[in-house]
Protein backbone atom coordinates (compact mmCIF):
# COMPACT_ATOMS: atom_id res chain seq x y z
CA UNK A 1 0.00 0.00 0.00
CA UNK A 2 1.13 3.33 -1.17
CA UNK A 3 0.11 6.71 0.22
CA UNK A 4 0.71 9.95 -1.85
CA UNK A 5 0.34 13.71 -1.23
CA UNK A 6 0.79 16.53 -3.80
CA UNK A 7 1.41 19.73 -3.29
CA UNK A 8 3.01 22.95 -5.22
CA UNK A 9 -0.21 23.47 -6.90
CA UNK A 10 -1.63 27.41 -7.27
CA UNK A 11 -2.19 30.41 -9.54
CA UNK A 12 0.41 31.51 -11.77
CA UNK A 13 0.65 34.16 -14.56
CA UNK A 14 0.87 32.58 -18.55
CA UNK A 15 4.85 32.16 -18.69
CA UNK A 16 5.52 31.50 -15.09
CA UNK A 17 6.99 28.32 -13.58
CA UNK A 18 5.66 25.80 -10.59
CA UNK A 19 7.19 22.92 -9.12
CA UNK A 20 4.67 20.31 -7.79
CA UNK A 21 5.62 17.88 -5.50
CA UNK A 22 4.32 14.35 -4.79
CA UNK A 23 5.44 12.37 -1.37
CA UNK A 24 5.08 8.66 -0.74
CA UNK A 25 5.04 6.64 1.93
CA UNK A 26 4.11 3.21 3.08
CA UNK A 27 6.09 1.12 0.71
CA UNK A 28 9.46 0.71 -0.92
CA UNK A 29 9.32 3.95 -2.99
CA UNK A 30 11.94 2.32 -5.12
CA UNK A 31 9.51 -0.11 -6.45
CA UNK A 32 7.43 2.11 -8.24
CA UNK A 33 7.42 3.99 -11.41
CA UNK A 34 5.74 7.37 -10.80
CA UNK A 35 3.74 9.31 -13.29
CA UNK A 36 2.13 12.48 -13.01
CA UNK A 37 -1.92 13.07 -14.89
CA UNK A 38 -3.99 16.24 -14.86
CA UNK A 39 -7.30 15.90 -15.46
CA UNK A 40 -9.24 19.74 -16.42
CA UNK A 41 -13.25 19.93 -16.03
CA UNK A 42 -14.97 18.26 -18.82
CA UNK A 43 -12.03 16.20 -19.64
CA UNK A 44 -10.85 13.42 -19.07
CA UNK A 45 -7.48 12.41 -17.60
CA UNK A 46 -4.39 12.77 -19.19
CA UNK A 47 -0.76 11.42 -19.03
CA UNK A 48 1.81 14.26 -18.30
CA UNK A 49 5.27 12.55 -17.84
CA UNK A 50 6.76 9.45 -15.55
CA UNK A 51 9.78 8.46 -14.66
CA UNK A 52 10.84 4.95 -13.83
CA UNK A 53 11.70 2.87 -10.68
CA UNK A 54 15.81 4.09 -10.25
CA UNK A 55 15.29 7.72 -12.64
CA UNK A 56 16.81 7.03 -15.92
CA UNK A 57 14.27 7.11 -17.80
CA UNK A 58 11.32 9.70 -18.62
CA UNK A 59 9.13 9.90 -20.80
CA UNK A 60 6.96 12.86 -22.00
CA UNK A 61 3.30 14.19 -23.16
CA UNK A 62 3.88 15.89 -26.66
CA UNK A 63 1.48 19.14 -25.38
CA UNK A 64 4.31 19.49 -22.72
CA UNK A 65 7.83 18.26 -24.20
CA UNK A 66 10.21 20.93 -23.15
CA UNK A 67 8.87 22.69 -21.02
CA UNK A 68 7.82 20.46 -17.81
CA UNK A 69 10.76 18.06 -16.28
CA UNK A 70 9.67 14.81 -13.89
CA UNK A 71 12.19 14.04 -11.49
CA UNK A 72 12.51 11.73 -8.31
CA UNK A 73 14.62 11.69 -4.96
CA UNK A 74 14.83 8.89 -3.35
CA UNK A 75 16.10 9.51 -0.41
CA UNK A 76 12.94 11.76 0.35
CA UNK A 77 10.74 9.02 -1.36
CA UNK A 78 9.48 12.54 -3.44
CA UNK A 79 8.70 12.61 -7.19
CA UNK A 80 8.73 16.25 -8.87
CA UNK A 81 7.17 18.33 -11.48
CA UNK A 82 9.25 21.22 -12.47
CA UNK A 83 6.79 23.25 -14.96
CA UNK A 84 8.24 26.26 -16.70
CA UNK A 85 6.20 28.39 -19.72
CA UNK A 86 3.13 27.66 -18.30
CA UNK A 87 -0.15 27.97 -20.76
CA UNK A 88 -3.63 28.50 -19.72
CA UNK A 89 -4.25 25.05 -21.10
CA UNK A 90 -2.04 23.55 -18.83
CA UNK A 91 -4.91 24.82 -16.05
CA UNK A 92 -5.92 21.11 -14.43
CA UNK A 93 -5.78 19.49 -11.54
CA UNK A 94 -2.65 17.35 -11.59
CA UNK A 95 -2.86 14.19 -10.00
CA UNK A 96 0.39 11.80 -9.03
CA UNK A 97 0.54 8.08 -9.57
CA UNK A 98 2.50 5.08 -8.77
CA UNK A 99 3.20 1.94 -10.04
CA UNK A 100 4.07 -1.51 -9.26
CA UNK A 101 7.19 -2.17 -11.84
CA UNK A 102 11.07 -1.88 -12.87
CA UNK A 103 9.67 -1.77 -16.09
CA UNK A 104 9.34 2.29 -17.42
CA UNK A 105 6.00 4.11 -16.41
CA UNK A 106 3.21 4.12 -18.36
CA UNK A 107 1.28 6.94 -20.35
CA UNK A 108 -2.02 4.56 -19.75
CA UNK A 109 -3.61 5.54 -15.83
CA UNK A 110 -5.04 1.64 -15.82
CA UNK A 111 -1.23 0.68 -15.52
CA UNK A 112 -1.15 2.90 -12.11
CA UNK A 113 -1.92 1.38 -9.09
CA UNK A 114 -1.82 3.92 -6.61
CA UNK A 115 -3.45 7.77 -6.59
CA UNK A 116 -3.23 11.08 -4.72
CA UNK A 117 -5.61 13.19 -3.88
CA UNK A 118 -4.52 16.00 -6.99
CA UNK A 119 -3.57 19.82 -6.22
CA UNK A 120 -5.10 22.49 -8.50
CA UNK A 121 -3.03 24.31 -10.91
CA UNK A 122 -4.52 27.46 -12.50
CA UNK A 123 -2.68 29.36 -15.43
CA UNK A 124 -4.29 32.97 -15.69
CA UNK A 125 -3.85 34.92 -19.04
Known amino acids: QVQLVESGGGLVQAGGSLRLSCAASGDTFSRYAMGWFRQAPGQEREFVATINYIGSSTYYADPVKGRFTISRDSAKNTVYLQMNSLKVEDTAVYYC??????????????????WGQGTQVTVSS
Open 97 to 114: AAARTYGSGSRFPYDYDY
